[in-house]
């Protein structure tokens, strides 16, 4: 069985295969740049993995697995647009190296290269990968619309929070999943089920990046740690805070919220200690365990040898018990 490191490899080795034109530089040159990035490469790891559970042809999983991750960085791409990031992976954001015309334009053809490329999969599971693709496609921009909306909206709920995430990332680690298990020739049950571990687990992987924000060590993230609190990016952590907090809890969470013209650094301490009254953190890291939990019964009721699944018990793991 291939670990996931293996999976990583390939995938990279793979990708720098894939052949773009040279002219015109200002379209192509920034897909290359994207792509040389780097990265985990979690979820075209995961489309090969979820293949080689019921496989061990993987070969029929390259393909949608290289489509897999274009589509992933095409979304980057376009999210640090309207985000209006400077940096992606310590790297300046193709917006920033070259302009916001050419972003969108090289995003825009990154994504069609994406296509060209899964359409060079096995004609005999292609009629059954495009739909999944597709619906991943489209659910990622309506998270990201949702993501938009909640900046100017002050009452977003638990519930509207998870579906957001859920869309916005946790639906491509599904998918990811679900794909390779077609490519392996997996039954229609088994594949769900590894799409539902894998929306569970891109779920708790979400909330476990918002809860590091906050609570995790900055040398170890490679960013300042509070940038969700500076920003009143309304996270599990925020969203829980304000249901929660009343009389002089709320009025310091308020102000803080209110008050954008303050010391960064006061402010996030400020706020931390309201979430710290709150116990917030101890809140974050039973949702993170509900969904881990979920996922992790879905895996469990894959119908295989549970040999074959011990590559995505590791890899859980890891995911699950990162500090970065």
């Not at 490519?183 to 088994?190: F, I, T």
Request: charged content about 25%.
């Amino acid at each position: 069985m291939l670990s996931f490191k293996d999976c990583q490899e390939i995938i990279n080795k793979k990708l720098a295969e894939i052949s773009l034109p040279e002219f015109p530089g200002n379209l192509y040159e920034p897909i290359r740049y994207v792509i040389n990035l780097g990265g985990k490469r979690i979820r075209p790891a995961l489309v090969l993995m979820g293949c080689n559970i019921f496989s061990e042809s993987i070969e029929y999983a390259v393909e949608p697995a290289l489509a897999i991750e274009l589509l992933h960085n095409f979304t980057l791409l376009h999210d640090d647009i309207m985000d209006q990031s400077d940096l992606r992976r310590n790297k300046l954001t193709v917006h920033k190296k070259w302009n916001n015309n050419i972003a969108i334009l090289s995003g825009d053809a990154m994504m069609i290269k994406a296509y060209e490329i899964l359409f060079n999969s096995s004609f005999d599971i292609l009629n059954d990968i495009i739909p999944v693709f597709n619906k991943t496609a489209l659910e990622i921009c309506e998270g990201q619309q949702y993501d938009m909306d909640y900046e100017l909206k002050t009452d977003v709920s638990v519930s509207e929070y998870i579906k957001m995430i859920e869309l916005k990332t946790a639906v491509l680690l599904a998918a990811s999943l679900k794909i390779g298990a077609i490519c392996g020739k997996a039954s229609s049950g088994d594949a769900d089920l590894l799409y539902s571990f894998g929306k569970n687990l891109g779920i708790a992987f979400q909330l476990q990046d918002d809860l590091l924000d906050v609570y995790g060590a900055s040398e170890l993230l490679g960013k300042q740690t509070g940038n969700d609190i500076y920003s009143n990016k309304k996270t599990f952590l925020l969203i829980t805070a304000l249901n929660m907090a009343h009389g002089e809890s709320l009025r310091k969470l308020e102000f803080w919220l209110s008050n954008n013209s303050s010391d960064r650094d006061e402010k996030i301490k400020n706020v931390v200690t309201v979430f710290n009254e709150l116990k917030i953190k101890e809140k974050t890291e039973c949702e993170i365990n509900k969904y881990f939990s979920l996922a992790m019964q879905s895996l469990a009721g894959v119908r295989c040898d549970k040999d074959r699944k011990l590559s995505l018990y590791q890899f859980t793991e890891e995911l699950m018990q990162r500090k970065k």
